[in-house]
Nanobody
C-alpha cells in the first residue's frame, strides 16, 4: 500500500509563490513517476507536472511552464512543486500521485498511470 501526503498549500496573492510537498510511503516500482495534478470543483482533474524518479526528466502543462518547477529529494520519497508567479487561475486542489513509468510514453498526464493519490492540498490565489 502506497500512501501520499501533500502539504504546503495556502492562500497567496497573484504573483506570489508557494512550495508544495508530497511524501510517499514507498514507490510502487523500481522506476516510477511522481506527478502533480489539480482540480477545481465541477471540472476534471488536470495534470500539472510530472517527474521520472530515475532520470529526473520532467514535463509540464503549458499553462504552468516557466512558472512551476517539480523536483525530488535524493531519497526519492519526496516530491516538490515550486510555484512562482501564481495566477488566480492556479486556484485549485492540488494532488500528488505516483505510478509506474511506461517505457513507451514515460511519465504523462494519464489517469490510468497513477493508481495512488494523496488527499490534496488547497491553493488559493487572489487577483
Amino acid at each position: 500500500q502506497v500512501q501520499l501526503v501533500e502539504s504546503g498549500g495556502g492562500s497567496v496573492e497573484a504573483g506570489g509563490s508557494l512550495r508544495l510537498s508530497c511524501v510517499a510511503s514507498a514507490y510502487i516500482n523500481v522506476r516510477s513517476c511522481m506527478g502533480w495534478f489539480r482540480q477545481v470543483p465541477g471540472k476534471e482533474r488536470e495534470g500539472v507536472a510530472s517527474i521520472d524518479t530515475t532520470l529526473g526528466n520532467t514535463i509540464y502543462a503549458d499553462s504552468v511552464k516557466g512558472r512551476f518547477t517539480i523536483s525530488q529529494d535524493n531519497t526519492n520519497n519526496k516530491v516538490y512543486l515550486q510555484m512562482d508567479s501564481l495566477k488566480s487561475e492556479d486556484t485549485a486542489m492540488y494532488y500528488c500521485a505516483t505510478g509506474q513509468y511506461n517505457k513507451w510514453y514515460g511519465c504523462r498526464f494519464i489517469a490510468g498511470q497513477y493508481p495512488y493519490w494523496g488527499q490534496g492540498t488547497q491553493v488559493t490565489v487572489s487577483s
